[in-house]
């Protein structure tokens, strides 16, 4: 198991930016893929972006293409979410998760993925 810790939420105004921080500690690999889920009140837990360890190939949601950035830095075992152009829509509590990978990657499946952050709440005001 890998443990994982986020930090970086807080409030914004519409427009503004905030970056994420996901650090990783415990069993890492370089076979992980990390990923970044966010859940509204009252709804799911939706995929925002994910990225490799070891190639660095990145995926994201739809919603969020062009304004939000992952990265990771392999040397401090961290995962970040660098978010521009914040909306209000872009409310929720973001999680970082790890997905030990076996050859194939599932980026977007919440069900693949074995670890999870606690969390960080981000709010964009209007």
């Known amino acids: 198991q890998v443990q994982l810790v986020e930090s970086g939420g807080g409030l914004v105004q519409a427009g503004g930016s905030l970056r994420l921080s996901c650090a990783a500690s415990?069993?890492?690999?370089?076979?992980?893929?990390m990923g970044w889920f966010r859940q509204a009140p009252g709804k799911e837990r939706d995929f925002v972006a994910a990225v490799t360890w070891n190639t660095g190939s990145t995926y994201y949601a739809d919603s969020v293409k062009g304004r939000f950035t992952i990265s990771r830095d392999n040397a401090k075992n961290t995962v970040y979410l660098q978010m521009n152009s914040l909306k209000p829509e872009d409310t929720a509590v973001y999680y970082c998760?790890?997905?030990?990978?076996?050859?194939?990657?599932?980026?977007?499946?919440?069900?693949?993925?074995?670890?999870w952050g606690q969390g960080t709440q981000v709010t964009v005001s209007s």
């Open positions: 415990g069993r890492t690999k370089s076979n992980y893929a």
């Open positions: 998760a790890a997905q030990e990978t076996y050859g194939l990657v599932y980026p977007r499946s919440a069900l693949k993925y074995a670890s």
